[in-house]
């Protein structure tokens, strides 16, 4: 039986475990890791207000989930969805249509590791469900059915507590699951995680990205992009499909050797890398987040986010000190 909170400070004390998912949870649904924050700090504001109200009827977690969701559907109301290119228009084929941003759209943000877990090890049972790709392809989605989808398959709740946490039926939770699992199949995105390769393979495939990129080899760059990669570029909102034109689209760019450096992070559980450009100065200054999805047989996506004002987030500076 669910024993009921005695008061605020035993309540914020046992609520405060439960901050790392919710973040992932309210990320997964606005798609915006300052918006997350925005959220779950209304949650728990929320909480606090209305801690005399919870009697233990349902688990403290779930209690906090319903509050969560919640506040995120009223903010989606007003908010809207952020997608990536990718969902928004189809790739293009001719470099000469790539233009370097589009004003007004709210892209999808990258999610810094640290904000999902205080314990590393914790993040790969976290990143599975944030997962850019995955994140991408629910902001497809209409509002609810995004929850629902969230509730019932990335934290597996039972259809009655998704229900109660939505204030519906279990039938129109079911309902709701399995439109958001058509959508999801339409769009070729899967919840199941990705099969990466061990993290020496990865390290060593992002090592030979880092070289090829940076000396401007690109037949070395060439092999190391899966035949049917995808490159994106917010705020551009050009695209490009398969590695025959990602590499005609780069060797369109200013990017000789030593034009750029790159340094190795995390973003969404998965490898990154923060791109430094040469400025006219000399110093290489933060120019793109790049977040990769990575197989066996080489690099599938690349999605690169030209924020330099994001690196703080990531541990990166926004200057190279030391460029060699």
């Known amino acids: 039986m669910n024993t009921p909170v005695a008061d605020a400070g035993e309540f914020m004390t046992l609520a405060q475990q439960f901050r790392p998912e919710l973040m992932a949870h309210c990320y997964r649904m606005l798609g915006s890791p300052e918006d997350a924050e925005d959220l779950v700090q209304e949650t728990y504001l929320r909480a606090w207000r209305g801690y005399g109200q919870f009697e233990g009827r349902s688990s403290l977690r779930l209690w906090l989930y319903r509050i969560a969701t ?23 084929n001719d470099p000469a249509q790539y ?6 759209t709210r892209w999808l943000a990258p999610m810094p590791d640290h904000l999902l877990s205080g314990d ?28 629902i989808l969230i509730l019932r398959e990335v934290l597996e709740f039972p259809a ?4 109660a946490a939505l204030g519906t039926t279990v039938a129109a939770v079911n309902s709701g699951l399995q439109r958001a699992r058509a959508a999801l199949a339409a769009a070729g995105v899967g919840l199941d995680q990705i099969n990466e390769p061990p993290e ?3 390290r060593a495939l992002l090592d030979r990205y880092v070289a090829a990129l940076e000396s401007a080899d690109f037949d070395a760059l060439h092999t190391i992009l899966h035949d049917d990669a995808i490159l994106e570029m917010p705020p551009s909102l050009a695209w490009f499909a398969g590695r025959e034109q990602i590499v005609r689209f780069l060797k369109t760019l200013p990017c000789g050797p030593g034009h750029f450096r790159m340094r190795h992070t995390s973003a969404n559980g998965q490898a990154a890398l923060g791109q430094y450009r040469c400025d006219a100065d000399g110093r290489y200054r933060a120019y ?13 996506h690349i999605v690169a986010f030209f924020d330099p004002d994001v690196f703080p987030a990531f541990g990166l500076p926004p200057m190279l000190e030391d460029a060699s």
């Not at 919640?70 to 293009?92: D, I, K, M, T, W």
């Not at 599975?128 to 994140?135: E, M, N, P, T």
């Not at 009655?160 to 229900?163: K, Q, S």
């Open 288 to 300: 793109s987040l790049q977040v990769f999805g990575i197989t066996e047989a080489g690099i599938t």
């Open 70 to 92: 919640n506040a995120c559907l009223r903010a989606l109301e007003q908010r809207g969805r952020r997608p990536l290119p990718s969902g928004l228009s189809e790739p293009v």
């Open 99 to 104: 233009a370097p941003g589009e004003p007004g």
């Open 120 to 147: 590393p090890a914790a993040i790969v049972d976290t990143r599975g469900g944030v997962r850019l790709a995955l994140v991408a392809a629910m902001q497809l989605l209409p509002a609810r059915q995004r929850a």
């Open 200 to 202: 020496p393979q990865r």
């Open 160 to 163: 009655t507590e998704t229900a």
